[in-house]
T-cell receptor
Framework: AQTVTQSQPEMSVQEAETVTLSCTYD???????LFWYKQPPSRQMILVIRQEAYKQQNATENRFSVNFQKAAKSFSLKISDSQLGDAAMYFCAYRSGGAGSYQLTFGKGTKLSVIP | KAGVTQTPRYLIKTRGQQVTLSCSPISGHRSVSWYQQTPGQGLQFLFEYFSETQRNKGNFPGRFSGRQFSNSRSEMNVSTLELGDSALYLCASSSGLAGGPYEQYFGPGTRLTVT
């Protein structure tokens, strides 16, 4: 079974600064997808960014980018120019590349605080 | 496109009762997945439905069940409620297709409190 580990339960960052959230995963599969989700206090889960394992290029979405290290099974999220609205729980998630299911396996999350 | 909707948003039930939660996916999406979120266990996969068939199931007791209708709307049912079933129940919608797209979009959740 796949596991996802987020080793930083809490982090903080100054507004306008850059912060990196860590995620590692364990899998024997070669085809899979990785995601970062944001859950603000409203509890609505919002997709931030996704990465296909077969792509070597790191995904980017505006101020959000990932550092995907397939051999190390590492998938960190970098948030640049942090804003107050970035304060939330961030979850790393794994999905098998198999066609049979869209099941996501989540890490325990990292609570990000943004300091004005 | 309208997002994923879940009803009700909040629910208070008593131990031993049963409850039904509803999820309407994004138009055109055929896959609906359910997750339970608790402070202790985090986010755990319950089951996924695709084209009215359960495609995958997590490690939950048989008291947790679900179904999907022809319009892709899904319901999950919890019978004989226990205090430990108190949680945020999240529904996620996706295309469900083998070729993707693979993103899952979540609803706002149903907060269930069992007393």
């Amino acid at each position: 079974a796949q596991t996802v580990t987020q080793s930083q339960p809490e982090m903080s960052v100054q507004e306008a600064e850059t912060v990196t959230l860590s995620c590692t995963y364990d899998t024997s599969e070669s085809d899979y997808y990785l995601f970062w989700y944001k859950q603000p206090p409203s509890r609505q889960m919002i997709l931030v960014i996704r990465q296909e394992a077969y792509k070597q290029q790191n995904a980017t979405e505006n101020r959000f980018s990932v550092n995907f290290q397939k051999a190390a099974k590492s998938f960190s999220l970098k948030i640049s120019d942090s804003q107050l609205g970035d304060a939330a729980m961030y979850f790393c998630a794994y999905r098998s590349g198999g066609a049979g299911s869209y099941q996501l396996t989540f890490g325990k999350g990292t609570k990000l605080s943004v300091i004005p | 496109k309208a997002g994923v909707t879940q009803t009700p948003r909040y629910l208070i039930k008593t131990r031993g009762q049963q409850v039904t939660l509803s999820c309407s996916p994004i138009s055109g999406h055929r896959s609906v997945s359910w997750y339970q979120q608790t402070p202790g266990q985090g986010l755990q996969f319950l089951f996924e439905y695709f084209s009215e068939t359960q495609r995958n199931k997590g490690n939950f007791p048989g008291r947790f069940s679900g179904r999907q209708f022809s319009n892709s709307r899904s319901e999950m049912n919890v019978s004989t409620l226990e205090l430990g079933d108190s949680a945020l129940y999240l529904c996620a919608s996706s295309s469900g297709l083998a070729g993707g797209p693979y993103e899952q979009y979540f609803g706002p959740g149903t907060r269930l409190t069992v007393t």
